[in-house]
């Protein structure tokens, strides 16, 4: 069946270097994908999104791209902080309309 | 804050019992999906709700079963609990159409002893 994993299931990084955590998806007809981030004892949290007809969307301190011709997914998070450490998940929509989530990536932030 | 209210935040039940979870969604939005999440592991679609008909489900047995009221608050019940049961439940909700973006609540932290 379709599926979204990830290539790292923990990333440690220095407080202020950039962060990039990376999806591997299946579903090649998926149009919408979302970044969500869930600290202990929360409800995941919107980050940032972005379809299928755009290869690269910022916000605040976070960008995504999409490589449709790999299939890859990856949030970058600029100058990281101590507040930025959690798990992030990547979802893809799914034929239903539906949201699939991958298996998480843990990132902690090294003072 | 979502906006999203998820009671209780913590149920401890024992084995062959039922729980009934409760959702109430953020104002303005008409579609609820319940998630399972295992600890260490991403969530799990279990179903949706879009105008108080089920709208899709995940591959989970028939005793998860939900409900969405007029006022598209949310239960979701689980009949005959198993141990493999205990785990996050977390109610999202979205506006509009199904497949826009998902705003998650607490969870409702599920012990099957």
């Known amino acids: 069946g379709e599926s979204v994993g990830l290539h790292l299931p923990t990333l440690s990084v220095q407080e202020g270097d950039n962060s990039i955590i990376n999806c591997a998806y299946s579903?090649?007809?998926?149009?919408?994908f979302i970044w969500y981030k869930q600290e202990s004892g929360k409800g995941p949290q919107f980050i940032i999104d972005i379809r299928s007809n755009m290869d690269k969307r910022q916000g605040q301190r976070v960008t995504v791209l999409l490589n449709k011709t790999v299939k890859h997914l990856s949030l970058q998070i600029a100058a990281t902080q101590p507040g930025d450490s959690a798990v992030y998940f990547c979802?893809?929509?799914?034929?239903?309309?539906?949201?699939?989530f991958g298996p998480g990536t843990r990132l902690s932030v090294l003072p | 804050e979502t906006g999203v209210t998820q009671s209780p935040t913590h149920l401890i039940k024992t084995r062959g019992q039922q729980v009934t979870l409760r959702c109430s969604s953020q104002?303005?939005?008409?579609?609820v999906s319940w998630y399972q999440q295992a600890l260490g592991q991403g969530p799990q679609f279990i179903f949706q709700y879009y105008r108080e008909e089920e709208n899709g489900r995940g591959n989970f047995p028939p005793r998860f079963s939900g409900l969405q009221f007029p006022n598209y608050s949310s239960e979701l019940n689980v009949n005959a609990l198993e141990l493999d049961d205990s785990a996050l439940y977390l109610c999202?909700?979205?506006?509009?159409?199904?497949?826009?973006?998902?705003?998650f609540g607490s969870g409702t932290q599920l012990s099957v002893l």
């Open positions: 579903n090649s007809a998926s149009d919408y």
């Open positions: 979802a893809e929509i799914d034929y239903g309309q539906n949201f699939v």
């Open positions: 999202a909700s979205s506006q509009g159409l199904p497949g826009e973006k998902l705003f």
């Open positions: 104002s303005g939005h008409n579609t």
